[in-house]
């Protein structure tokens, strides 16, 4: 297989313009392409003291004054523990072949050990029999950062026995749901769990500190790999993997400077996962960089903690939002690279960057230099403030462009060897946006949460026309 070369190579800042404006061919994906739209626990569920479930961190945080927007909590969020009939619906007349939702550990353990509450894990053999009813396969997330509190109580991801308490807790999912799910996924998202939770404080547990951050990384990674061995032993002939955050970085400029900056961050946000995953372990540059806050400098680092994170996984997950351009700045943090905001460019309402072109060089990148089995782009999508129409409906086009050009980016990536093998939309529908509250929306449906009337947006519309075509073609 060949691909092109590394886009830090060679790549101008400039987007290329045609894709912008590019959309997708239906008639160009694989026949048994996994077609899905995301959600996670908390913040869809709500029902968060119900049926015996346990405080997460998330819980804690939210309640803090201060920690999210408006003070918005997920008490409620969109009450879908109690609607879930009605979202499985709303999900089957998406025409998706998939949906993608975590379990909320402390409802299934709600002190993060010991005995299993049945009521909890009721609610998610439930929503499997659902989906499965409805012909849309289950694609389970194990953790979606909503830590026990009684685990944080102990140290949480800073702990080396959280990773053990998240073994233990995947295996009791496994046996009790792996005989109709499928597709496991470990972790969502790890760099955020441990850099935003631990390292900048503005998810939970809200730690403000680097070593701690790297400590929280190194034991997700651990964790992921106890989880691996789990799935395997208690739903044999299941599919597991891990989701990362990844972003494509570029340099500002064409300059030996900036393009070092940008192999950092890249090594901070990007291979410091990606290496141990594939089994290769941490990425020297970026340890050298850490110093003394390094997991290995922290004596962390155990015997067979390379071969743990790095068990063989069926597939990988990538969320993608938006890519990175970087610039050389010396003295600048640990990293001493700055992030630059191009002028010219489109930006959602989170002031991501609109860059679908960087979704296939992302996907062709990744395949050239991990070769994973298979990749899923577990969560893409775009918050803009949307307009409620008289009539109640939601004209949203720019989050409707978004999807198609990221939709379209595949078809590139595909036809350059990458091994794509789903794509799903983040997210079903409005939801409560972590430390933004419910203000970030990031629907294909609508949610008023004063009613919890939910109303499928024009982005949802488009994305079930493409999908009936996508579908009309595989049936022609
Ligand atoms: C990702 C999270 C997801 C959602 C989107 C917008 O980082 O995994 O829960 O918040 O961002």
């Known amino acids: 297989m060949t691909h092109p070369p590394a886009h830090s190579e060679f790549s101008p800042v400039t987007l290329p313009p045609e894709s912008l404006t ?77 949906y993608r939702f975590s379990v909320a550990w402390p409802r299934v353990q709600p002190t993060g050990r010991g005995a299993v509450n049945p009521k909890g894990l009721d609610f998610y053999s439930r929503l499997v029999d659902g989906l499965l009813a409805r012909g849309v396969t289950p694609w389970l997330t194990l953790y979606h950062w909503d830590l026990p509190q009684a685990l944080q109580d102990a140290g949480g991801w800073a702990s080396r026995d959280t990773a053990h308490a998240f073994g233990e807790y995947a295996g009791i999912v496994a046996a009790g749901l792996g005989d109709r799910v499928r597709h496991f996924i470990t972790i969502n998202e790890p760099w955020c769990a441990a850099f935003l939770g631990y390292g900048i404080g503005i998810h939970a547990p809200g730690h403000t500190d680097l070593a701690r951050s790297y400590a929280a990384a190194h034991h997700l990674l651990v964790g992921h790999g106890l989880a691996v061995q789990a799935v395997r032993a208690h739903a044999p002939g ?202 970030k929306r990031f629907g294909i449906v609508h949610v008023d949460f004063g009613t919890q009337a939910r109303t499928v947006k024009a982005s949802g519309r488009w994305y079930a026309d493409f999908l009936a075509r996508t579908h009309a073609e595989v049936n022609a």
Not at 44 to 59: L, N, Q
Request: charge should be negative.
């Open 238 to 439: 299941a599919q597991v993997g891990i989701t990362l955050n990844l972003y494509e970085g570029y340099p500002a400029t064409d300059t030996p400077a900036d393009r070092a900056a940008t192999r950092r961050q890249d090594g901070f946000q990007n291979r410091w996962y990606l290496d141990p995953v594939y089994g290769r372990g941490y990425p020297q540059d970026i340890l050298d960089l850490l110093g003394d806050a390094s997991p290995h400098a922290q004596g962390l680092v155990l015997p067979g903690d390379r071969e743990l994170m790095g068990a063989p996984t069926d597939f990988l997950g990538v969320n993608m939002y938006s890519r990175a351009v970087v610039e050389d700045a010396p003295g600048d943090g640990w990293l001493h690279s700055r992030q630059v905001r191009p002028e010219g460019s489109e930006y959602t309402g989170f002031d991501w960057e609109v860059a679908p072109h960087s979704l296939t060089d992302l996907l062709l990148r990744v395949q050239r230099d991990y070769d994973p089995p298979a990749v899923y782009v577990t969560e893409n999508g775009a918050t803009y403030p949307d307009t409620v129409e008289a009539d109640g409906t939601v004209n949203d086009e720019a989050r409707t462009r978004y999807f198609q050009m990221h939709v379209a980016a595949l078809q590139p990536a595909l036809d350059g060897g990458a091994k794509v093998g789903g794509y799903f939309a983040w997210s079903l529908m409005d939801n409560f946006e972590w430390a933004e509250g419910y203000e």
């Open 22 to 98: 590019a959309r997708p061919d239906p008639r160009r994906f694989p026949p048994r392409f996994t077609w899905g739209v995301a959600t996670a626990a908390y913040q869809v569920e709500g029902a968060a003291r119900e049926d015996g479930r346990g405080p997460s961190i998330w819980d804690t945080f939210s309640h803090t004054p201060g920690r999210v927007k408006g003070g918005d909590t997920g008490d409620v969020a969109c009450d879908h523990y109690h609607r879930l009939e009605e979202d499985l619906d709303l999900i089957a007349r998406l025409g998706v072949n998939a």
